[in-house]
């Protein structure tokens, strides 16, 4: 309803596009949605902090990583017991 608020068909970068059969014969008939309705463009969030985001990722890649050096040490030792 945001993007149609009269409940008609218009044109919506990204989304839908209304040609006549002229363009379409002009694009050999091609029914490719991305030749016609293009590309939405692209929301920018002023808050987002790049840096933080990157260093809360990197803190949780640092926990995933000690994780899984524990696992694989705790895989190796049932191997072990296992005689394999």
Known sequence: ???????????VEGLVKLVDR???EANDWSLTPG??????PEEVDEDFDFEEA???IHVEL??????????AGRI???F????I
């Open 1 to 11: 309803t945001e993007r149609f608020p009269e409940a008609k068909l218009c044109n």
């Open 22 to 24: 002229e363009e379409l």
């Open 35 to 40: 030749r016609y309705v293009g590309v939405a």
């Open 54 to 56: 990157m260093r809360e």
């Open 62 to 71: 640092e926990d995933l990583n000690a994780e899984a050096v524990g696992l």
């Open 76 to 78: 190796q030792k049932n």
């Open 80 to 83: 072990l017991e296992l005689g």
